[in-house]
């Protein structure tokens, strides 16, 4: 039996297989029902690598806000 979890990865900048995902201990089971992993990255094709669900696209904010 797998626990729930949550994960942030903040600024990935290559793209994530299984095997690396498996490594720091995310399990790799469909049923992981209420775990969450959130990432940031400024590189959209990490995210469609990683299969994400969800993805939220922000506009750069210029030096003057």
């Known amino acids: ?3 729930k979890f949550l ?3 903040d600024n990935l900048w290559n793209q994530w297989g ?5 490594n720091i201990g995310i399990p790799l089971v469909e049923n992981g029902k209420g775990s969450k992993a ?3 990255t400024r ?3 990490v995210c469609k690598y990683i299969r994400s669900e969800h993805m ?3 506009n750069f904010m210029g030096d003057d806000k």
């Open 7 to 9: 994960i942030i990865l």
């Open 56 to 58: 939220v696209q922000l």
């Open 38 to 40: 959130i990432l940031t």
């Open 43 to 45: 590189k959209q094709k």
């Open 18 to 22: 299984d095997e690396d995902l498996k």
């Open 1 to 3: 039996m797998v626990g």
